[in-house]
């Protein structure tokens, strides 16, 4: 009887040390997962915002002067850029940031807008000179996991008016 007692009490504590192990393992995992999400969204964001959408052109290839304007609801930023690779044309493209939608859209001419940054809880759009600072704070949720990534990035446009 003593042998069967120590027996059990040994897969008894196997048993609670792998439950143990596999709990803490999947907490790391959607740690992970989530990391992995806030800061994916966080750089697609700039990239898009950076490097334009589909056939339309981003930042880096705006005329300058750029206008910004920041409200309490986000930032606007409008710029011109070629309509094409001859540059004989030009189109008026439209980025905004929307607080309490939490996302980036992307309005290239007359084109409906595409949204180019999602959950984003935080954003700022500055210029300088000729560089403009953009910086966004994505965030993703995985069961009580909730993590934040923020990425920033100076622009300055290649082409002159």
Same mark, same amino acid.
């Given at each position: 009887?003593?042998?069967?007692?120590?027996?059990?009490?040994?897969?008894?504590?196997?048993?609670?040390?792998?439950?143990?192990?596999?709990?803490?393992?999947?907490?790391?995992?959607?740690?992970? /997962?989530?990391?992995?999400?806030?800061?994916?969204?966080? /750089?697609?964001?700039?990239?898009?915002?950076?490097?334009?959408?589909?056939?339309?052109?981003?930042? #880096?290839?705006?005329?300058?002067?750029?206008?910004?304007?920041?409200?309490?609801?986000?930032? =606007?930023?409008?710029?011109?850029?070629?309509?094409?690779?001859?540059?004989?044309?030009?189109?008026?493209?439209?980025?905004?940031?929307?607080?309490?939608?939490?996302?980036? $859209?992307?309005?290239?001419?007359?084109?409906?807008?595409?949204?180019?940054?999602?959950?984003?809880?935080?954003?700022?759009?500055? =210029?300088?000179?000729?560089?403009?600072?953009?910086?966004?704070?994505?965030?993703?949720?995985?069961?009580?996991?909730?993590? $934040?990534?923020?990425? /920033?990035?100076?622009?300055?446009? #290649?082409?002159?008016?």
């Amino acid at each position: 009887m003593a042998e069967v007692m120590a027996a059990f009490s040994i897969l008894a504590i196997t048993i609670t040390a792998a439950s143990l192990a596999y709990t803490m393992s999947i907490r790391v995992w959607r740690q992970a /997962s989530a990391r992995m999400n806030a800061s994916s969204s966080a /750089s697609l964001a700039l990239t898009r915002c950076t490097m334009g959408v589909g056939s339309g052109f981003g930042l #880096r290839a705006a005329f300058v002067p750029v206008q910004i304007d920041n409200t309490t609801g986000g930032w =606007q930023i409008r710029f011109t850029t070629p309509a094409g690779m001859s540059g004989d044309a030009t189109t008026t493209n439209t980025l905004t940031y929307n607080t309490s939608a939490r996302t980036i $859209t992307y309005q290239s001419g007359s084109a409906s807008p595409a949204v180019v940054g999602r959950n984003i809880v935080a954003s700022s759009a500055t =210029q300088a000179a000729n560089a403009i600072t953009l910086t966004v704070r994505a965030q993703a949720l995985t069961g009580y996991t909730n993590i $934040t990534s923020e990425m /920033s990035t100076s622009i300055t446009p #290649r082409n002159r008016s």
